[in-house]
């Protein structure tokens, strides 16, 4: 079964087009990393699926339910419903700052969800262990390191229970150690069979975890395949001189 | 003596009536302001930028006035003097309050309105709980200066005839010839400055629990 499917989409700023007839779809269970040169569409790509964006033209369905039919978006209700469906971690958190820990993992489950406190902060306390970060529930976001506040973020979205998980360049803003940290939960989520769409610059992890890897460059698919494929067999010119860069 | 402090408690309670009625409805007000300035609609912000313009780009004795005035002769009657005073206060205040909100709001990185969206919580929940508490920790030491502003503005609506701290103190220098009460009531003004200043360095303490 499709969690994500997006066919024939289309965006632009202004007269610059971003995206340019993307499709392609996710199953149930499946890891998607999404690869590709600065500026080819693929943090966009992910930001239309997270409607934190919107497309131009095109249908984006998530589980059986449709975002925006052929450029045509969903009333309200449709669309907060799908929304929750959907989890984004972001390359620079956003975690809130003002609140705890415990509080950014629980404030959406109180009031979006409507689970009572007791119930939130139980989920909030397994997620937090689970991201080995029991003993954090009470602290800020500014007393943690970059990795531990991108693992709160990742409890913040799981907390939800989202059908897919969106990572947009979770481990961007981090140092080579950090970065080890937050691959290492996506992978251990990848090994629960969590469903992911994970945009990445790392090339080694991609490799690893993802089912299926796609290449965007300029707005467009230029492919798509198992991360063998993608990676090592891949006869199409510009993902060579695109991995020959990461010394693949 | 114990008689003149007596007037001039009684001047400083009219003092602090304005100043609390003032904050009570302008501190609302600007934020109403600010939203309609911030407006994508285009009439209503460039008519709210107008009203800030002026409000910011004249005395506010003379929009006193105005506020007084301006009634007797369009309707042929004017609100009483107290009255008139809360509101033009409360109109040039709110301009003031406004634009301070309106940078706060401003300054809250985008990030934060995409991780409430992705996380489904409705618009007023983001800004009541997102943003705003955010704003007000950013916009204390813009406030403080403001509110201090204020109190001292008080001293102005002597200006239509309200008897508050200053116009006590003036009326009874010229009844005594002397300048001490005026000396006095730069002591009154100065101790409710350090309670407001006190007061706001108490909060930015408060909010001091996280950055």
């Given at each position: 079964m499709a969690v994500i499917t997006v066919a024939h989409v289309r965006k632009s700023f202004g007269t610059l087009?971003?995206?340019?007839d993307i499709s392609f779809s996710l199953e149930k269970g499946e890891v998607l990393s999404v690869i590709g040169p600065?500026?080819?569409?693929k943090s966009t790509l992910l930001r239309c699926i997270t409607n934190l964006e919107q497309i131009d033209s095109g249908t984006i369905t998530i589980g059986s339910d449709t975002l925006v039919n052929q450029g045509v978006y969903a009333d309200k209700t449709t669309i907060s419903r799908i929304r929750l469906q959907v989890g984004l971690v972001f390359q620079n958190f956003?975690?809130?700052?003002?609140?705890s820990v415990l509080r950014n993992i629980t404030e959406a489950q109180v009031?979006?969800?409507?689970?009572?406190k007791a119930d939130a902060a139980d989920t909030a306390m397994d997620l937090l262990k689970k991201m080995g970060l029991?003993?954090?529930?009470?602290?800020?976001?500014?007393?943690?390191s970059g990795g531990q506040q991108q693992r709160v973020s990742i409890a913040r979205a799981l907390a939800l229970r989202p059908q897919v998980l969106c990572f947009?360049?979770?481990?961007?803003?981090?140092d080579p150690e950090l970065t080890g940290e937050i691959l290492a939960v996506i992978k251990e989520l990848a090994t629960e069979h969590m469903t992911m769409m994970v945009v990445t610059h790392e090339m080694a992890f991609a490799r690893d975890i993802s089912n299926r890897v796609i290449f965007m460059d300029d707005g467009l698919i230029v492919e798509e395949g198992s991360p063998e494929q993608v990676?090592?067999?891949?006869?199409n010119e510009r993902t060579k001189r695109f991995l020959n860069r990461f010394g693949n | 003596m114990a008689k003149l402090l007596w007037l001039m408690l009684e001047g400083t309670l009219t003092s602090l009536r304005i100043f609390f009625l003032t904050l009570l409805f302008a501190l609302p007000l600007g934020l109403l302001v600010a939203k309609g300035r911030m407006s994508k609609h285009r009439i209503i912000s460039s008519l709210v930028n107008g009203y800030i313009m002026i409000m910011r780009g004249t005395p506010l004795i003379l929009q006193l006035i105005f506020v007084y005035f301006a009634p007797y002769y369009v309707l042929g009657a004017s609100a009483d003097r107290f009255t008139a005073v809360i509101i033009a206060y409360v109109i040039n205040y709110a301009a003031y309050f406004a634009e301070i909100y309106r940078g706060g709001i401003q300054s809250i990185p985008q990030g934060q309105l995409e991780a409430s969206s992705v996380l489904g919580f409705t618009k007023v929940h983001t800004f009541t709980h997102i943003v705003m508490p955010q704003v007000i920790k950013r916009i204390m030491p813009a406030m403080g200066n403001e509110v201090i502003t204020l109190v001292k503005d008080t001293?102005?609506?002597?200006?239509?005839g309200v008897a508050e701290l200053f116009r006590v103190a003036q009326n009874a220098a010229a009844r005594e010839f002397s300048t001490m009460p005026i000396f006095i009531a730069g002591v009154f003004y100065f101790v409710m400055n350090a309670i407001v200043s006190k007061s706001f360095d108490f909060i930015e303490r408060k909010l001091d629990y996280y950055r």
């Open positions: 087009e971003v995206l340019k600065s500026g080819s569409g956003n975690l809130f700052p003002h609140f009031h979006v969800l409507k689970s009572p029991s003993d954090k529930a009470s602290a800020y976001p500014y007393q943690l947009d360049e979770p481990t961007s803003a981090l990676f090592s067999n891949t006869t | 001293a102005l609506a002597q200006t239509i």
